[in-house]
């Protein structure tokens, strides 16, 4: 009976032994785990909004798309131009750096609805060879004094990618910003969805030479 259960272990502890060989190989041959698949939150007048969650992350990562008859160089020279500088009656921004591929700011966000927010913000343009431009973005700590000591950090990364097709433009945003805060969860998507629409018809009309959709320039 001894020898029989010293059979049965040794059998247990070899089968054992071999799984942990072969895991790592199965699971190499599987390739990288899948990133969370986009899924289509809206799609109107040509413009399509697609969110993903992300592991960690409050907020859903948000990607915005659409098409314009003009080349991507035009596309970022409104990019680092005159969507920089168009007022908002919310925002307070002063510049750091302003280059026309590398530009720093400060803003302070005040709305009537939240405490203001701070950030400083990190704007990078990047030409492809296939003509493809990038202008990455990141938040950066607050260069700068703060208006308020309490002025809540707000947390924000993405990229505008700028693809040449045959008849002008595919615009995409893609962006993954958290407000910092204790802003109800519901309302921060709803504002977050709607700012990231705002921003692309923004761009699209102001590269395109045309007037801003209404309410836009608020």
């Not at 071999?18 to 899948?34: D, I, N, T």
């Not at 966000?109 to 202008?135: D, Q, W």
Request: glycine content about 6%; charged content about 25%; hydrophobic content about 40%.
């Amino acid at each position: 009976m001894a020898l029989f259960r010293n059979s049965v272990a040794q059998r247990t502890t070899a089968a054992r032994y071999l799984v942990c060989l072969l895991l790592p190989a199965a699971l190499a041959a599987s390739g990288p785990l899948r990133a969370q698949q986009w899924r289509i939150a809206s799609e109107k007048d040509g413009i399509r909004m697609e969110t993903r969650p992300l592991a960690g992350e409050r907020f859903d990562e948000l990607r915005v798309s659409t098409s314009l008859r003009v080349s991507p160089q035009t596309v970022a020279d409104y990019l680092f131009g005159k969507y920089l500088d168009e007022k908002n009656k919310n925002i307070s921004r002063t510049f750091i750096k302003r280059e026309r591929e590398l530009t720093i700011w400060s803003d302070v966000l005040s709305t009537p609805l939240i405490s203001e927010r701070c950030y400083s913000m990190r704007f990078e343009k990047h030409t492809h060879a296939n003509g493809e431009i990038r202008v990455r973005f990141v938040s950066l700590d607050y260069m700068g004094k703060k208006p308020k000591p309490d002025c809540i950090a707000l947390r924000s990364r993405g990229e505008w990618v700028l693809t040449p097709t045959g008849t002008g433009t595919r615009l995409t945003y893609a962006s993954l910003t958290d407000v910092g805060g204790r802003v109800p969860a519901a309302l921060a998507r709803r504002s977050l969805s709607a700012a990231a629409i705002s921003s692309v018809r923004k761009v699209a009309a102001g590269a395109s030479g045309l007037a801003l959709p209404r309410g836009i320039g608020d």
